[in-house]
């Protein structure tokens, strides 16, 4: 990998033929597959099989993501995360809305596959947050909401890879987003394509991360969920997923059940009622 890798091109920009650009190849090519290509033939342990692993928290965000798979893939199959959560009820939510998308959708019926809950309690106790310990929902000095777990996709991440190497799955899905969110810095989507690299270089994989909420905003979302399942997969994704940080689930409101108060209600509620005020509107999954 290096100055062999480079390769002077046409600009394509112009008519003058003697006009050549020198690319710049990056230290390790990131995107699916270029990088194999710098370091000769490997196996293609992936050949022939096609399927994907979806980091499924129950939340409105991953169900959405859960569908968009169940759309794409023969094969889906679903990973949660046991960190030591304040709320259980985050855990038991993904079994609901597992549950009622196989009932209500035939057609995914026959894709949905296993379900594993990954025991991180571990990790947890190192990397306490508002959301694994009995702290205040507040700004830190370093401008981050004290919700944010350091280093949790990252280790998400890993241990995703590792099943999904396991389970022969090629895909891994998830929810992250740039838009909309509390920039959290493990969401954006350049730590997620270095973190793609190291997993498909030290795991001699090719793996490929999709990430279909990326660029979306919380009303887009839900526009995203009523192009993939319609008004039933709205109605779904209102009653049985959860978001709220408080693990509130009394009340249910338009947008779903919550506090209403903490960051996360205000995110989904506001992002609902944007979507509801420009006409429930459908995106193309
Ligand atoms: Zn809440």
Redesign the pocket.
């Known amino acids: 990998m290096g100055q062999s890798a480079c390769r002077e091109v046409k600009c394509g920009l112009c008519d003058v033929p003697d006009v050549e650009i020198r690319q710049i190849c990056p230290p390790v090519r990131l995107s699916r597959g270029e990088w194999i290509a710098h370091m000769g033939p490997m196996p293609k342990t992936n050949m022939g099989r096609s399927g994907a692993l979806v980091l499924f928290s129950g939340g409105q965000d991953s169900t959405v993501c859960l569908a968009w798979a169940l759309d794409r893939y023969d094969r889906v199959e679903t990973v949660g995360f046991d960190y030591g959560q304040r709320h259980a009820v985050e855990l038991a939510a993904r079994q609901a809305v597992r549950e009622r998308m196989v009932a209500e959708f035939p057609a995914w019926k026959q894709r949905l596959g296993e379900d594993h809950v990954l025991e991180m309690r571990g990790f947890g106790a190192v990397a306490q947050s508002a959301l694994t310990a009995d702290r205040a929902i507040e700004m830190t000095e370093k401008g981050l909401p004290s919700t944010f777990v350091p280093g949790r996709n990252l280790a998400f991440l890993v241990y995703a890879a590792a099943l999904a190497d396991r389970r022969g799955l090629t895909v891994l899905v998830g929810g992250m987003c740039e838009t909309d969110f509390s920039g959290y810095p493990d969401c954006r989507r350049d730590t997620l394509e270095a973190q793609l690299g190291a997993l498909n270089l030290g795991m001699a994989q090719d793996f490929s991360l999709e990430t279909p909420l990326m660029w979306l905003t919380k009303a887009e979302t839900w526009a995203l969920a009523k192009g993939l399942g319609g008004e039933p997969l709205v109605a779904l994704t209102v009653e049985e997923s959860h ?6 689930r009394e009340t249910l409101h338009p947008w779903g059940y ?9 995110l ?1 509620a506001k992002g609902y009622d944007t979507w509801v005020a420009s006409g429930r509107p459908e995106l193309a999954g």
């Open positions: 978001t709220c940080y408080q693990g509130v919550g506090c209403g108060a903490c960051p996360a209600c205000d989904r």
